[in-house]
């Protein structure tokens, strides 16, 4: 009879400890680190600018070697489904690891190691992209099939111009190629082929490639098909007001769907709109117009949140994001004393919303991003 009170007593003390790790540690700690920031930031210690720097440049290479994952794709559940989930979910590890999270701070990381000099760092993180991302013969090494993965080849552009190791050229003109082979009749590139919902995330994650491809190559052609996604969007997908992109187009109605200020799907329109604007004064006046409107969707901070001008709940995506394709406003400091309260000590970017799920359906999860950590490193870079 003890010997079997002995064992319930500890089968019970184990699934409370797995219930305790799976379900209310993964809820409670965010909670907890929010409060802690927030409660902190009147009375935070400075630290120094080029500490912190290097707090974050240090945590995003630690990231980038990690076999986990950091950013959240999924809003918490409960145990059962958690349970569920990580029992069945073994094939959704590759599509975690080869998508824009990761593409997003790759890119971020050889861009500023590259602007930085930082030969050390930036052998360690080429030894890293050569073993996960592409084969000796400059392939990519995972199944390429979506285009939320075009953006790994900004990261091979980044690489060739600093090594002219000529993998790194055969991989970003594989990427090209399949962006090519994705166009449709109207040369738009699809963010999925299988539905006539054409999504902002399609112009952040394929405009910016294009210019910088065309920049490399002195490809007209890569700047045609640039040009011919943000026109289609800026036509159909813009309010004529305030300039401000809804989440989706109709390709076949052109009726915009979605939420008209997702702060990231915004941010997916601007990476695109930014990179033209860069090359071609004929999208200054949408460029000047759009950061008119964000300016006056800040919230009492001086950022913007999940959905900019109906919360002022901050949002790591959004935020950096907009900061990023901003014209330069003052040095790295100053940038860093607007986000400080939302970066540890350890050099982590906290509050960005989760994956989303579909138009109309975004996530309630925040936490933290390889995609704001990423995006952070390419502001330091741009203000370097």
Same mark, same amino acid.
């Given at each position: ?27 409670? *700690? ?97 030894? *890293? ?212 309260? *939302? ?42």
């Amino acid at each position: 009879m003890k010997k079997r009170l002995h064992i319930l007593l500890m089968a019970s003390i184990g699934l409370n400890i797995i219930v305790f790790s799976v379900d209310t540690i993964p809820f409670v *700690y965010p909670q907890i680190e929010r409060k802690i920031k927030s409660n902190n930031q009147h009375k935070k210690v400075i630290i120094e600018t080029d500490q912190l720097e290097k707090a974050i440049v240090d945590r995003s290479l630690h990231i980038i070697k990690s076999e986990n994952v950091t950013a959240i794709w999924d809003d918490h559940r409960g145990f059962t489904e958690t349970i569920y989930n990580k029992l069945t979910s073994h094939d959704q590890k590759d599509f975690k690891n080869y998508n824009y999270p990761r593409a997003f701070l790759c890119y971020g990381l050889s861009e500023y190691l590259i602007k930085k000099n930082n030969l050390n760092g930036l052998a360690s993180f080429k030894k *890293y992209f050569d073993k996960y991302y592409i084969t000796s013969e400059g392939k990519p090494s995972f199944h390429l099939d979506k285009v939320d993965q075009v953006p790994f080849a900004l990261t091979a552009i980044n690489l060739y111009g600093f090594y002219k190791e000529e993998k790194y050229k055969i991989f970003y003109d594989t990427i090209y190629k399949y962006a090519l082979s994705l166009t449709n009749q109207n040369n738009i590139i699809p963010y999925r082929p299988t539905t006539d919902l054409q999504l902002t995330d399609a112009l952040g994650m394929v405009v910016p490639f294009l210019v910088k491809y065309a920049q490399v190559t002195s490809g007209e052609t890569a700047i045609d098909i640039a040009r011919a996604q943000m026109d289609f969007y800026i036509r159909y997908g813009v309010d004529k007001e305030t300039h401000i992109p809804s989440h989706a187009v109709n390709m076949s109605s052109n009726i915009k769907a979605g939420s008209s200020n997702w702060g990231r799907g915004v941010g997916w329109y601007l990476l695109g709109l930014s990179a033209l604007n860069n090359i071609a004064e004929s999208y200054s006046s949408e460029f000047d117009n759009i950061l008119r409107s964000l300016n006056k969707a800040k919230n009492k901070e001086g950022l913007w949140s999940q959905f900019p001008g109906s919360s002022d709940y901050f949002d790591a995506s959004t935020t950096t994001m907009f900061l990023y394709c901003m014209p330069k406003e003052g040095s790295v400091r100053d940038i860093l004393n607007k986000l400080d309260q *939302y970066i540890s000590e350890d050099g982590f970017i906290l509050q960005t919303s989760g994956d989303t799920y579909s138009v109309n359906n975004y996530s309630k999860t925040s936490g933290k991003s390889e995609l704001s950590q990423g995006m952070l490193l390419l502001i330091l870079s741009k203000y370097y």
